[in-house]
């Protein structure tokens, strides 16, 4: 695993233990080379970006107890993938992001200043 380190240079804070997210599994958006699709955005789910995620084939919104998955909904506190996050942006429908626990190898795909755009407003 990669140092837990956010966006803003200090440390990694946890983004969802209800429901529980990560790469690792441990709420936080932590990174390592086995996380391929760079779980690293802390977003809060809204009913678009999940409509959309859907759509481009990652259902998240569906339960999946084979897996110990309930499924989001609006509100939830999700580490998402930074691509996925770029795409939602690009099309209109980034959810908002926490910037304390999104993790600094995010900009390696995606601006800061995106990010701050949808930043939690505290």
Request: hydrophobic letters at 40%; aromatic letters at 6%; a negative charge.
């Amino acid at each position: 695993m990669e140092p837990s380190i956010n966006v803003l240079g200090d440390t990694l804070e946890p983004c969802s233990a209800a429901p529980v997210t990560g790469f690792f599994r441990n709420g936080c958006c932590d990174t390592g080379p086995a996380d391929r699709g760079r779980h690293t955005v802390c977003a809060v789910m809204t009913a678009e970006f999940l409509a959309l995620s859907k759509y481009l084939g990652n259902d998240l919104s569906t339960p999946k107890p084979e897996w110990g998955f309930a499924g989001l909904k609006p509100g939830d506190r999700w580490c998402l993938c930074a691509s996925r996050f770029l795409q939602a942006h690009e099309e209109g429908a980034a959810p908002k992001v926490n910037l304390a626990a999104t993790h600094i190898r995010t900009l390696d795909i995606v601006p800061l200043e995106i990010l701050q755009e949808a930043a939690l407003q505290p």
